[in-house]
């Protein structure tokens, strides 16, 4: 089945230790997203890429990059993971733009990061 | 700016209760509405949707009309399972964003 696959499910670093997330999709969609999620708060945006026209939102830390090699893949990095970086990163993707409206997202499972 | 403001959980129910969880919007111009769902350690998943005024979006018995002169998309079941226990999340697309609410939390006992 076509889908959004993240790896690991499940990451530890350590303080300050860069760490990379994975993000890859079978549905061929144009726009991919990255979100933070902290423990019973709502996903918030991190950035998206348009095919490859990135766009950062204006309050994610320095801290945080991303990179999409081809259509399919899209890393998160980390450069120095602190304390208040642990939480579940969401990769989601959607079809494309319309009239300047994207279509629905279709999220993965998830990569909960744990910063020791 | 865009926001989705959800009532507060937990919401406690028993088996075979009614389900409802209000969800209203602000937002400039036509955005498309969801609800999506989260199970305990898992990501988001797509519930249902309506892009626009008078839509009804169903799913596995849940539903949700998108009422523009209220400006709610409020979900509802006939009957919930102790499967249906999980967060739901309400939200809003406009342009490029997708905007979450804050996310009710069901708990469903035998």
């Known amino acids: 089945d076509a889908m959004v696959i993240q790896n690991p499910r499940y990451q530890v670093t350590q303080f300050g230790k860069p760490v990379t997330l994975s993000c890859s999709q079978t549905?061929?969609?144009?726009?991919m997203y990255w979100y933070q999620q902290k423990s019973s708060q709502a996903p918030k945006l991190l950035f998206h890429?348009?095919?490859?026209?990135?766009?950062n939102e204006a309050d994610t830390p320095d801290n945080f990059q991303s990179r999409r090699p081809n259509t399919s893949f899209c890393f998160l990095d980390i450069r120095s993971p602190g304390l208040g970086d642990a939480a579940m990163y969401l990769c989601?993707?959607?079809?494309?733009?319309?009239?300047?409206?994207?279509?629905?997202?279709?999220f993965g499972p998830g990569t909960r990061l744990t910063v020791l | 700016g865009d926001s989705v403001t959800q009532m507060e959980g937990p919401v406690t129910l028993s088996e075979e209760a009614f389900l409802t969880i209000n969800c209203t919007y602000t937002?400039?111009?036509?955005?498309?509405l969801f609800w999506y769902v989260q199970y305990p350690g898992e990501g988001l998943q797509l519930l249902l949707k309506?892009?626009?005024?008078?839509d009804k979006g169903s799913n596995k018995g849940f539903e949700a009309t998108y009422r523009k002169e209220t400006t709610s998309f409020h979900l509802e079941k006939g009957s919930v399972q102790v499967s249906d226990s999980a967060v739901y999340f309400c939200?809003?697309?406009?342009?490029?964003?997708?905007?979450f609410g804050t996310g009710t939390r069901l708990q469903v006992f035998p």
């Open positions: 989601a993707t959607s079809r494309d733009r319309l009239a300047g409206v994207s279509d629905t997202q279709y």
């Open positions: 549905l061929n969609h144009n726009v």
């Open positions: 890429y348009y095919d490859k026209d990135f766009n």
């Open positions: 937002a400039t111009g036509y955005p498309s």
């Open positions: 309506a892009t626009k005024a008078d």
């Open positions: 939200a809003l697309l406009n342009t490029d964003k997708l905007i």
